[in-house]
């Protein structure tokens, strides 16, 4: 028959173990809290800048009937917000969306900025569902002033890039770049981990020990390891064995 190990059976295992687990568990938290600190001192405080631009195709011939004085009654006007112009512009958002966030453009924006493409910080964009030909790009850097002025620098670039690759400008700024505001520093979980770390370590060495540890303790040891049917024990009577010695 089979040895049955209840809840009691496990408590008692790990209350002679003890002393496995304080010690595991302090080397991890000492090392937990070690890395804790190391996060902590480490930390660059971060911020962030949005700005918002719109594809617009109609852009370039909506600039030359604006600076015409006089136009002639022939000249045929694009509708900007025609099926084919909307359809046009979410298709440019959508396939070159990228192009805003890509090494080039942080390049030209560097360039223009006058410093290093490591100090102009991330770029993401992020296009608007309800409106495909929207993008919403966030500028994030070290600087607080360097966000803003790369953001206010995004939709040039961006620009610039779209007229090398498609031939169109396209590019008009929506929303101006927002002031940079701090980005809030995320919950460090560093010694939540390493104590669950100590824990399952803990479980797995005391277990090990028990597994590996085959000490007669107890009559049930007997039957436990040997196989054998125990009948009766004599207890060790202490006090007349250090009377017979003496």
């Known amino acids: 028959m089979e040895a049955s190990i209840n809840l009691r059976e496990y408590v008692d295992m790990f209350k002679r173990r003890k002393l496995i687990v304080i010690l595991i568990m302090i080397v991890c938290l000492a090392f937990g809290a070690y890395k804790t600190y190391e996060n902590y001192i480490s930390y660059v405080p971060?911020?962030?800048?949005n700005i918002t631009v719109r594809i617009n195709t109609a852009k370039e011939l909506m600039k030359k009937k604006n600076s015409k004085k006089d136009e002639d009654e022939?000249?045929?006007?694009v509708d900007p917000y025609s099926?084919?112009?909307?359809a046009q512009n979410q298709n440019i958002a959508t396939s070159y969306k990228s192009l805003a966030s890509s090494p080039n453009v942080v390049n030209?924006?560097?360039s223009s900025l006058k410093v290093s493409s490591?100090?102009?910080?991330?770029i993401s964009v992020t296009q608007r569902e309800e409106m495909t030909d929207f993008l919403?790009?966030?500028?994030i850097s070290r600087n607080a002033k360097m966000a803003k002025d790369a953001a206010q620098k995004v939709p040039e670039a961006f620009n610039e890039e779209l007229i090398r690759l498609v031939g169109i400008?396209?590019?008009?700024?929506?929303?101006?770049?927002?002031?940079?505001?701090?980005?809030?520093?995320?919950r460090d979980l560093t010694l939540f981990k390493f104590a669950a770390i100590g824990i399952i370590l803990s479980i797995f060495f005391v277990l090990l020990r028990e597994c590996l540890d085959t000490k007669i303790v107890t009559p049930d040891d007997v039957n436990k390891y040997w196989n054998y049917q125990l009948i009766g024990t004599i207890p060790l009577d202490k006090d007349s064995s250090k009377g017979k010695n003496s």
């Open 83 to 86: 099926t084919y112009n909307v």
């Open 46 to 49: 971060t911020y962030s800048s």
């Open 74 to 77: 022939d000249t045929v006007v």
């Open 136 to 139: 919403d790009i966030t500028v």
């Open 118 to 122: 490591a100090e102009v910080g991330s």
């Open 169 to 186: 400008d396209c590019v008009e700024v929506v929303y101006d770049a927002s002031e940079a505001s701090l980005i809030g520093r995320s």
């Open 108 to 110: 030209i924006i560097a």
